[in-house]
């Protein structure tokens, strides 16, 4: 049967909550429907709510687009949705009272419990901007000191938080997949003599190699597993106040080709290198070092973040080398854009459904939990917005518009999954579609009308469905 306007704004009514339902299987007679408007209607703001639906005829003469989900066409595979575990993320946490933590813990990563199943988390290789315990690296000398042996090498400073809240992640999440990022190499590496700005000296880019390849296998020792890396955090942004380093395309050519990644394969890591990771203006910058064939075979692909440009770089860089995997690896909210359904609309055209369309392995967001006065913050944004508000002195969790918009993939699109085909609609009724390693097949919409549109759903074996609301994310899952 078909499931009329009203009824859907009926039922999501009573199911409505500030937190989301726990999942249900699709069986192969029904299938589900979850929803997030982006603004209030009929007196609420329906949040990740979960509507049953049945399977039916498609009466196209009633509906306003029919989209054909196409299980035969396979493109990229998928590695995970997320966040970053900052520093500041991991501090919050730890500061909760343990039992709370697991609990919130336990609905961020497990997927079959109530909340977001994330299974990609970016970590910083030493300090970033968001870092409760300030600037540090784990060879951290007096000026004037160096240390080409790496004999002061040391993770002290993350066994203090981010060690520890990780191995509680890992045990309830053991296959979540981990990238790490360095903001800054150690001071005495740089031509700046500290941790903010300047640019790696060419004399320690073997050092600086050998350094990446021991974080990785020291934290290995740890029982944490890094399944890929970026040389530097937003590479062309050199002048901040916290750290960071200017790295040219042409240095990171160099660096990868004739440093980091024969340092990675004479240690015998199976840590992925990925290149860029900076903003979706400048594709040359991945291109150049792609370009290189040396360099190339050590390169797994490149990563992107969308503070400038168009999401579609990402698939100019696809179309030139599609042997190489792409990846979104950072967006943040803040006070900023404070209108939670204009951010919900953006995130869904861009992120949760753009990048994967053009390309993308993951879409993983900045932070995973600040305080509310947006922090702890290391000289950093002052005003940015995690993807979940922790207070650390009450222990009250909100979640942010980021939260539900990772929800409507990070449950159902496992990694492991591949996006198929998906056909039908316009350009404000947006769509990608996923098989996943279980067999479900996951549609992920969003009408960004002013007005309900009602659709069916072709493909996958189902016939459906669906009145959605005015700009409205939602997934299919059957």
Same mark, same amino acid.
């Given at each position: 049967?078909?499931?009329?306007?009203?009824?859907?704004?009926?039922?999501?009514?009573?199911?409505?909550?500030?937190?989301?339902?726990?999942?249900?299987?699709?069986?192969?007679?029904?299938?589900?429907?979850?929803?997030?408007?982006?603004?209030?209607?009929?007196?609420?703001?329906?949040?990740?709510?979960?509507?049953?639906?049945?399977?039916?005829?498609?009466?196209?003469?009633?509906?306003?687009?029919?989209?054909?989900?196409?299980?035969?066409?396979?493109?990229?595979?998928?590695?995970?949705?997320?966040?970053?575990?900052?520093?500041?993320?991991?501090?919050?946490?730890?500061?909760?009272?343990?039992?709370?933590?697991?609990?919130?813990?336990?609905?961020?990563?497990?997927?079959?419990?109530?909340?977001?199943?994330?299974?990609?988390?970016?970590?910083?290789?030493?300090?970033?901007?968001?870092?409760?315990?300030?600037?540090?690296?784990?060879?951290?000398?007096?000026?004037?000191?160096?240390?080409?042996?790496?004999?002061?090498?040391?993770?002290?400073?993350?066994?203090?938080?981010?060690?520890?809240?990780?191995?509680?992640?890992?045990?309830?999440?053991?296959?979540?997949?981990?990238?790490?990022?360095?903001?800054?190499?150690?001071?005495?590496?740089?031509?700046?003599?500290?941790?903010?700005?300047?640019?790696?000296?060419?004399?320690?880019?073997?050092? @600086?190699?050998?350094?990446?390849?021991?974080?990785?296998?020291?934290?290995?020792?740890?029982?944490?597993?890094?399944?890929?890396?970026?040389?530097?955090?937003?590479?062309?942004?050199?002048?901040?106040? @916290?750290?960071?380093?200017?790295?040219?395309?042409?240095?990171?050519?160099?660096?990868?080709?004739?440093?980091?990644?024969?340092?990675?394969?004479?240690?015998?890591?199976?840590?992925?290198?990925?290149? @860029?990771?900076?903003?979706?203006?400048?594709?040359?910058?991945?291109?150049?070092?792609?370009?290189?064939?040396?360099?190339?075979?050590?390169?797994?692909?490149?990563?992107?973040?969308?503070?400038?440009?168009?999401?579609?770089?990402?698939?100019?860089?696809?179309?030139?080398?599609?042997?190489?995997?792409?990846?979104?690896?950072?967006?943040?909210?803040?006070?900023?854009?404070?209108?939670?359904?204009?951010?919900?609309?953006?995130?869904?055209?861009?992120?949760?459904?753009?990048?994967?369309?053009?390309?993308?392995?993951?879409?993983?967001?900045?932070?995973?939990?600040?305080?509310?006065?947006?922090?702890?913050?290391?000289?950093?944004?002052?005003?940015?917005?995690?993807?979940?508000?922790?207070?650390?002195?009450?222990?009250?969790?909100?979640?942010?518009?980021?939260?539900?918009?990772?929800?409507?993939?990070?449950?159902?699109?496992?990694?492991?999954?591949?996006?198929?085909?998906?056909?039908?609609?316009?350009?404000?009724?947006?769509?990608?579609? @996923?098989?996943?390693?279980?067999?479900?097949?996951?549609?992920?919409?969003?009408?960004?009308?002013?007005?309900?549109?009602?659709?069916?759903?072709?493909?996958?074996?189902?016939?459906?469905?669906?009145?959605?609301?005015?700009?409205?994310?939602?997934?299919?899952?059957?």
């Amino acid at each position: 049967m078909r499931l009329p306007l009203h009824a859907v704004f009926l039922a999501t009514a009573a199911i409505s909550a500030c937190r989301p339902q726990p999942p249900a299987q699709a069986h192969a007679a029904g299938a589900s429907l979850w929803l997030s408007t982006a603004y209030e209607q009929h007196g609420a703001r329906h949040q990740f709510a979960r509507i049953p639906l049945q399977p039916g005829a498609a009466d196209t003469a009633h509906t306003d687009a029919v989209i054909a989900v196409d299980t035969t066409a396979v493109y990229q595979p998928i590695e995970g949705f997320g966040a970053a575990l900052t520093g500041s993320s991991a501090w919050l946490l730890m500061q909760m009272e343990p039992a709370r933590r697991q609990a919130l813990l336990r609905e961020l990563f497990v997927p079959d419990s109530n909340g977001l199943g994330i299974s990609y988390l970016r970590l910083c290789i030493g300090a970033s901007d968001f870092s409760a315990q300030g600037d540090y690296t784990y060879n951290d000398l007096p000026p004037g000191q160096t240390d080409p042996e790496l004999a002061q090498f040391s993770l002290a400073k993350d066994a203090q938080d981010v060690i520890p809240v990780l191995k509680e992640i890992l045990a309830l999440a053991p296959d979540l997949n981990l990238m790490a990022t360095p903001w800054s190499p150690p001071a005495w590496m740089k031509t700046s003599g500290r941790m903010a700005g300047g640019s790696l000296k060419p004399e320690w880019y073997s050092t @600086y190699a050998r350094y990446l390849v021991r974080y990785v296998q020291e934290m290995q020792a740890e029982g944490i597993h890094i399944q890929t890396i970026t040389p530097q955090n937003e590479p062309l942004h050199g002048s901040a106040a @916290y750290p960071c380093m200017l790295m040219t395309a042409e240095e990171q050519r160099v660096f990868v080709r004739d440093h980091l990644g024969p340092a990675f394969q004479a240690a015998g890591l199976d840590t992925k290198i990925i290149v @860029y990771d900076h903003n979706c203006d400048q594709p040359g910058y991945p291109l150049a070092i792609l370009g290189d064939p040396a360099a190339k075979a050590f390169v797994a692909g490149s990563a992107f973040h969308l503070y400038g440009g168009d999401i579609s770089a990402m698939r100019t860089v696809h179309e030139a080398h599609p042997d190489k995997g792409l990846y979104f690896t950072e967006q943040s909210g803040g006070s900023w854009a404070p209108n939670y359904g204009d951010n919900l609309r953006w995130y869904a055209r861009n992120l949760i459904i753009g990048a994967p369309n053009h390309w993308s392995r993951t879409v993983l967001f900045w932070n995973l939990a600040l305080d509310p006065a947006h922090g702890p913050t290391n000289r950093g944004c002052s005003d940015c917005r995690g993807v979940i508000t922790v207070n650390p002195d009450s222990g009250k969790i909100q979640r942010n518009e980021e939260y539900y918009a990772l929800a409507h993939a990070a449950r159902f699109v496992r990694p492991g999954s591949v996006r198929i085909g998906s056909s039908g609609g316009s350009g404000t009724l947006l769509h990608t579609a @996923y098989r996943t390693p279980a067999g479900q097949t996951v549609l992920i919409l969003l009408n960004d009308e002013a007005e309900p549109r009602r659709i069916a759903v072709r493909g996958g074996g189902q016939d459906l469905h669906a009145a959605l609301p005015a700009h409205t994310l939602a997934t299919v899952v059957w």
